[in-house]
């Protein structure tokens, strides 16, 4: 019998099909993936041309102080003088041999100085030998031969940074040490030069690892991936941002060569934090961590810096250095083992301490109120983008010596006072600035009694009460009326002055009392409020306001009597401002805190020259500068007596607002200015005035540092005279109460006393008796 | 003596100078600053540089001078701006620095600069009235250029 036929489905068409269809979709995903591909790259490849031929960097600018000058004749301490070495980063050697040193032997330094480009020139690098007589400098040789004048680097004192805050010193590859490049690839990436940007070996390796525990916790990445993940990517460590990082990786390999990649790598490597900065790069790495540019770093140095690579704040030689050691000689085996080094060299230099810097020429401490003028000042002329990102090289006049000597007086004169007066603990704050009188240049400025504070700059944003601050304005306007001398007898009885709306305003003095008709000069001298306030009245004050206005006050003043004793705003600044003009004789010149601006590659941008406007008759400010001696030597900053020698002759005004909640004092030598206020920021009163408070603070500043004593310049229409003050009489020099007094020509008293016309006895011992 | 060193210095300027450059800081040009110059400033007799003293006695304003001197000479004006700031700095009561600028000033035809520079060295000269004559005829010669 036959069996009838199955009919069975044809599997193996079925199967065919299936697969068919599978590869179908394979390949159609495979195009839209490698459209995805191709676009996502096309991104990415924009991304890394446009870094890459784009300006890479964000550069800060750097900001210097003034390049000290040394000269014979220069009054300057010893001790000023190596702190400033210090600061600049110069390391004190028994006997100088390299630039960066220099060494102290009894009242002779010697100095190795570093080339430097200044905006005015350029300083090569020389031996600088000085002899100093107790504060004096009396010798200065240049490379063995006497020389008449030599300057020193300046300090870097801060930077104006993008918004990111990173900082760095580029350097070009060719100055790059070579073994700094070796043993960098040697540790990072030993097969830099051999792969297309990732290298498979390493990520293996790394995979392997990472396997085992578990993980990620270690990286395959080559320099190249380094590279790309700091210029453009985040820290995650993903596998999607790997991805994407080695598509980059790869494409930088494509569009540019080692060298090219190499040299971006060296200036982009994060290495180290200074406060608010990042120190990116090996060329600033090499300056803040051992105070030297990166072409002279040796071989035990660049093992450390390299060691920091792998973990910046866990390898940080100056936090944590017994670890930076560990992983510096880790580094050095590793020199050794790729034949870099020689096995002694690896020996002797293992056994090498760091070496790295206690200060250098990138520090923590910055100078922000300073560099606040400075930004305001460049915003006139530069954008705020240039600013933080083209690497100005900015010139000013601070003096670092100056600013540390104003700093630390303000911080413990405040202390002291609240101690002594039992206030509470930071009640007070204040601001100090310090110029040259001549030639408006600011040496310092203090805006807060912590001088590292970012913050708000009291020194040119405090708007306050200046008080008795504004009467030499009135003197002034008296004097230059040709009707007021010196000794012009003026009222001080109580006095009511009609104010707006019907007010009466009766200013007193600050100790209550009256002190009848008394000489202009003692008035000021001792700030009497009733006398001032009359003389005013008695001159005018459209003209005062025109005196404001002649010394350089730029806001225009209410005309309210109560503007004569001061009742009126001004931040430090301002004040400053004006008592420069008075300090250099009628010459209005304005403060300024820049000298020059060039590029990154030293070409001048813009200098900021000597200018000045006489505004003043030189006359009128001659006995003003007189009468300001006086308060001085008699009145009400008579204090500077115990503290200065009086051959200096120092002028000054104290200034009390009312109620007490400011204190002020304005004072000057030959050349040097400093304005200082003390206050409350809440405003409220305090038991200290002009003369208790703000005075002590600038004796403090100016007590150690070298003043010019100060001689009022006079002309051929000064005349003196011996007078008799109190009745404006004339008379003879060894007559009773004669001071020798200036007056404009014709100005002078005609009537003589009886001591003169020798009606009475001149005076003597034996007068008394017979 | 005095006066004749403060005469000299300025025959000795315009001896030297270029031509006032234009209002860019660069370059002076020679004729056209030597032809402002009054008459009495030609007519009087030259000045030797050779043993001539017509610098500061205090040798570190007398170098920055000198170079001062030199750079105007060769024409390089911001140079010898920035050597008589210099001197500025450190010899702040020396005449001759500021009736330098002031001449600085006034061949680049900054003539408001130039006048306050000469009233500055008036300022300074304080009561020497000889000087002061001298100075004050460069400073007539700037006002009614």
Same mark, same amino acid.
């Given at each position: 019998?036959?069996?009838?036929?199955?009919?069975?489905?044809?599997?193996?068409?079925?199967?065919?099909?299936?697969?068919? #269809?599978?590869?179908?979709?394979?390949?159609?995903?495979? %195009?839209?993936?490698?459209?995805?591909?191709?676009?996502?790259?096309?991104?990415?490849?924009?991304?890394?041309?446009?870094?890459?031929?784009?300006?890479?960097?964000?550069?800060?600018?750097?900001?210097?102080?003034?390049?000290?000058?040394?000269?014979?004749?220069?009054?300057?301490?010893?001790?000023?003088?190596?702190?400033?070495? +210090?600061? %600049?980063?110069?390391?004190?050697?028994?006997?100088?041999?390299?630039?960066?040193?220099?060494?102290?032997?009894?009242?002779?330094?010697?100095?190795?100085?570093?080339?430097?480009?200044?905006?005015?020139?350029?300083?090569?690098?020389?031996?600088?030998? &000085?002899?100093?007589?107790?504060?004096?400098?009396?010798?200065?040789?240049?490379?063995?031969?006497?020389?008449?004048?030599?300057?020193?680097?300046? @300090?870097?004192?801060?930077?104006?940074?993008?918004?990111?805050?990173?900082?760095?010193?580029?350097?070009?590859?060719?100055?790059?040490?070579?073994?700094?490049? $070796?043993?960098?690839?040697?540790?990072?990436?030993?097969?830099?030069?051999?792969?297309?940007?990732?290298?498979? +070996?390493?990520?293996?390796?790394?995979?392997?690892?990472?396997?085992?525990?578990?993980?990620?916790?270690?990286?395959?990445?080559?320099?190249?991936?380094?590279?790309?993940?700091?210029?453009? @990517?985040?820290?995650?460590?993903?596998?999607?941002?790997?991805?994407?990082?080695?598509?980059?990786?790869?494409?930088?390999?494509?569009?540019?060569?080692?060298?090219?990649?190499?040299?971006?790598?060296?200036?982009?490597?994060?290495?180290?934090?200074?406060?608010? #900065?990042?120190?990116?790069?090996?060329?600033?790495?090499?300056?803040?961590?051992?105070? +030297?540019?990166?072409?002279?770093?040796?071989?035990?140095?660049?093992?450390?810096?390299?060691?920091?690579?792998?973990?910046?704040?866990?390898?940080?030689?100056?936090?944590?250095?017994?670890?930076?050691?560990?992983?510096?000689?880790?580094?050095?085996?590793?020199?050794?083992?790729?034949?870099?080094?020689?096995?002694?060299?690896?020996?002797?230099?293992?056994?090498?301490?760091?070496?790295?810097?206690?200060?250098?020429?990138?520090?923590?401490?910055?100078?922000?109120?300073?560099?606040?003028?400075?930004?305001?000042?460049?915003?006139?002329?530069?954008?705020?983008?240039?600013?933080?990102?083209?690497?100005?090289?900015?010139? /000013?006049?601070?003096?670092?010596?100056?600013?540390?000597?104003?700093?630390?007086?303000?911080?413990?004169?405040?202390?002291?006072?609240?101690?002594?007066?039992?206030?509470?603990?930071?009640?007070?704050?204040?601001?100090?600035?310090?110029?040259?009188?001549?030639?408006?240049?600011?040496?310092?400025?203090?805006?807060?009694?912590?001088?590292?504070?970012?913050?708000?700059?009291?020194?040119?944003?405090?708007?306050?009460?200046?008080?008795?601050?504004?009467?030499?304005?009135?003197?002034?306007?008296?004097?230059?009326?040709?009707?007021? /001398?010196?000794?012009?007898?003026?009222?001080?009885?109580?006095?009511?002055?009609?104010?707006?709306?019907?007010?009466?305003?009766?200013?007193?003095?600050? $100790?209550?009392?009256?002190?009848?008709?008394?000489? &202009?000069?003692?008035?000021?001298?001792?700030?009497?409020?009733?006398?001032?306030?009359?003389?005013?009245?008695?001159?005018?004050?459209?003209?005062?306001?025109?005196?404001?206005?002649?010394?350089?006050?730029?806001?225009?003043?209410?005309?309210?009597?109560?503007?004569?004793?001061?009742?009126?705003?001004?931040?430090?600044?301002?004040?400053?401002?004006?008592?420069?003009?008075?300090?250099?004789?009628?010459?209005?010149?304005?403060?300024?805190?820049? =000298?020059?601006?060039?590029?990154?590659?030293?070409?001048?941008?813009?200098?900021?020259?000597?200018?000045?406007?006489?505004?003043?008759?030189?006359?009128? %400010?001659?006995?003003?500068?007189?009468?300001?001696?006086?308060?001085?030597?008699?009145?009400?900053?008579?204090? &500077?007596?115990?503290?200065?020698?009086?051959?200096?002759?120092?002028?000054?005004?104290?200034?009390?607002?009312?109620?007490?909640?400011?204190?002020?004092?304005?004072?000057?030598?030959?050349?040097?200015?400093?304005?200082?206020?003390?206050?409350?920021?809440?405003?409220?009163?305090?038991?200290?005035?002009?003369?208790?408070?703000?005075? =002590?603070?600038?004796?403090? /500043?100016?007590?150690?540092?070298? &003043?010019?004593?100060?001689?009022?310049?006079?002309?051929?229409?000064?005349?003196?005279?011996?007078?008799?003050?109190?009745?404006?009489?004339?008379?003879?020099?060894?007559?009773?109460?004669?001071?020798?007094?200036?007056?404009?020509?014709?100005?002078?008293?005609?009537?003589?006393?009886?001591?003169?016309?020798?009606?009475?006895?001149?005076?003597?011992?034996?007068?008394?008796?017979? | 003596?005095?006066?004749?060193?403060?005469?000299?210095?300025?025959?000795?300027?315009?001896?030297?100078?270029?031509?006032?450059?234009?209002?860019?800081?660069?370059?002076?040009?020679?004729?056209?600053?030597?032809?402002?110059?009054?008459?009495?400033?030609?007519?009087? !007799?030259?000045?030797?540089?050779?043993?001539?003293?017509?610098?500061?006695?205090?040798?570190?304003?007398?170098?920055?001078?000198?170079?001062?001197?030199?750079?105007?000479?060769?024409?390089?004006?911001?140079?010898?701006?920035?050597?008589?700031?210099?001197?500025?700095?450190?010899?702040?009561?020396?005449?001759? !620095?500021?009736?330098?600028?002031?001449?600085?000033?006034? !061949?680049?035809?900054?003539?408001?600069?130039?006048?306050?520079?000469?009233?500055?060295?008036?300022?300074?000269?304080?009561?020497?009235?000889?000087?002061?004559?001298?100075?004050?005829?460069?400073?007539?010669?700037?006002?009614?250029?």
């Amino acid at each position: 019998m036959s069996k009838k036929a199955v009919h069975r489905p044809n599997l193996s068409r079925n199967r065919k099909s299936k697969a068919r #269809r599978a590869l179908g979709w394979l390949a159609k995903l495979s %195009i839209v993936g490698a459209v995805v591909l191709a676009v996502l790259m096309a991104y990415l490849d924009a991304q890394v041309r446009s870094k890459f031929e784009g300006k890479r960097w964000a550069l800060p600018a750097k900001v210097y102080a003034r390049p000290l000058e040394l000269y014979p004749g220069l009054q300057l301490k010893p001790k000023h003088l190596i702190q400033e070495l +210090k600061q %600049i980063g110069y390391e004190r050697v028994p006997n100088v041999r390299t630039p960066g040193q220099y060494s102290v032997h009894g009242e002779e330094i010697d100095i190795y100085r570093r080339y430097v480009k200044l905006w005015d020139g350029e300083e090569a690098a020389a031996r600088i030998h &000085l002899r100093f007589l107790k504060e004096e400098l009396v010798g200065v040789w240049l490379d063995g031969k006497p020389t008449e004048i030599a300057r020193l680097e300046p @300090l870097l004192i801060g930077g104006i940074y993008p918004s990111h805050n990173e900082d760095r010193q580029l350097v070009q590859i060719e100055d790059v040490p070579k073994l700094l490049v $070796d043993t960098l690839v040697a540790v990072e990436d030993r097969n830099f030069y051999d792969h297309w940007g990732i290298s498979p +070996k390493g990520i293996m390796r790394a995979f392997m690892v990472n396997l085992q525990k578990g993980a990620l916790r270690q990286g395959g990445s080559t320099l190249t991936q380094q590279l790309v993940k700091n210029f453009f @990517l985040t820290q995650e460590r993903t596998l999607q941002r790997k991805a994407i990082e080695a598509l980059m990786a790869i494409l930088v390999e494509i569009h540019y060569d080692k060298d090219e990649i190499l040299e971006a790598y060296l200036n982009e490597v994060f290495l180290g934090q200074s406060g608010r #900065r990042a120190i990116h790069g090996f060329g600033l790495a090499s300056q803040f961590y051992f105070g +030297k540019h990166i072409s002279a770093l040796n071989a035990y140095e660049i093992a450390t810096l390299v060691g920091i690579v792998k973990g910046p704040s866990y390898y940080n030689p100056k936090r944590k250095p017994e670890r930076a050691l560990e992983r510096r000689n880790v580094v050095l085996q590793v020199m050794h083992e790729q034949g870099l080094i020689t096995e002694y060299e690896k020996k002797v230099w293992t056994m090498r301490p760091l070496g790295v810097v206690q200060y250098s020429q990138y520090q923590k401490v910055e100078y922000p109120a300073y560099l606040d003028l400075v930004r305001r000042q460049l915003r006139q002329d530069y954008a705020e983008a240039d600013l933080t990102s083209e690497g100005l090289k900015i010139f /000013t006049s601070l003096n670092p010596i100056v600013q540390r000597s104003a700093e630390q007086a303000l911080s413990k004169r405040l202390k002291r006072l609240e101690s002594g007066y039992r206030m509470p603990e930071r009640s007070l704050q204040g601001a100090v600035i310090v110029a040259s009188t001549e030639s408006g240049e600011v040496e310092a400025i203090v805006g807060d009694r912590n001088p590292r504070y970012f913050g708000f700059n009291r020194a040119l944003d405090a708007r306050r009460s200046i008080g008795s601050l504004a009467k030499p304005a009135v003197y002034l306007t008296a004097l230059r009326s040709g009707q007021y /001398t010196l000794t012009s007898p003026v009222d001080d009885s109580p006095v009511q002055i009609a104010g707006a709306k019907g007010s009466l305003w009766e200013p007193q003095n600050y $100790d209550k009392e009256s002190h009848g008709i008394v000489p &202009l000069y003692y008035a000021m001298a001792n700030s009497y409020n009733q006398s001032t306030a009359r003389l005013g009245m008695e001159v005018g004050l459209e003209n005062v306001t025109n005196t404001f206005k002649d010394l350089g006050t730029v806001r225009t003043l209410p005309q309210y009597p109560s503007i004569l004793l001061g009742a009126f705003e001004m931040t430090a600044i301002d004040v400053a401002e004006m008592y420069q003009t008075i300090a250099a004789s009628g010459f209005h010149t304005p403060l300024k805190a820049i =000298r020059g601006v060039t590029t990154a590659e030293g070409q001048l941008l813009s200098r900021y020259g000597y200018q000045v406007k006489q505004t003043i008759k030189t006359e009128p %400010i001659y006995l003003l500068q007189k009468a300001m001696q006086q308060t001085v030597k008699q009145g009400t900053a008579r204090y &500077l007596n115990s503290r200065f020698d009086t051959s200096l002759n120092l002028a000054g005004k104290t200034g009390t607002s009312d109620s007490q909640r400011d204190s002020w004092f304005s004072g000057f030598s030959g050349d040097r200015l400093a304005v200082v206020w003390v206050g409350r920021d809440d405003n409220e009163s305090m038991p200290i005035t002009g003369a208790s408070g703000a005075l =002590r603070v600038w004796a403090d /500043t100016m007590h150690d540092l070298p &003043l010019k004593p100060l001689y009022p310049l006079p002309t051929e229409f000064i005349e003196e005279y011996w007078v008799e003050p109190q009745s404006n009489l004339l008379t003879k020099e060894k007559c009773e109460g004669a001071m020798l007094m200036p007056y404009i020509k014709g100005t002078a008293p005609q009537m003589q006393n009886e001591c003169a016309t020798g009606t009475k006895d001149k005076g003597g011992f034996w007068s008394r008796f017979f | 003596m005095m006066r004749f060193t403060l005469l000299s210095l300025v025959l000795f300027l315009s001896a030297c100078a270029t031509q006032p450059s234009s209002t860019d800081f660069t370059k002076s040009t020679s004729k056209s600053g030597l032809s402002v110059l009054p008459n009495w400033y030609h007519e009087s !007799v030259g000045y030797h540089l050779e043993g001539g003293q017509i610098y500061p006695d205090h040798p570190p304003l007398a170098k920055l001078l000198k170079d001062a001197d030199k750079a105007f000479m060769r024409d390089d004006l911001a140079a010898c701006q920035t050597l008589l700031e210099r001197a500025q700095r450190i010899g702040t009561r020396e005449t001759s !620095v500021y009736v330098r600028l002031s001449y600085l000033y006034w !061949v680049q035809k900054k003539n408001k600069l130039a006048e306050q520079m000469a009233r500055r060295a008036l300022a300074v000269l304080g009561a020497d009235t000889a000087q002061k004559q001298e100075v004050s005829r460069l400073l007539s010669a700037i006002q009614s250029n």
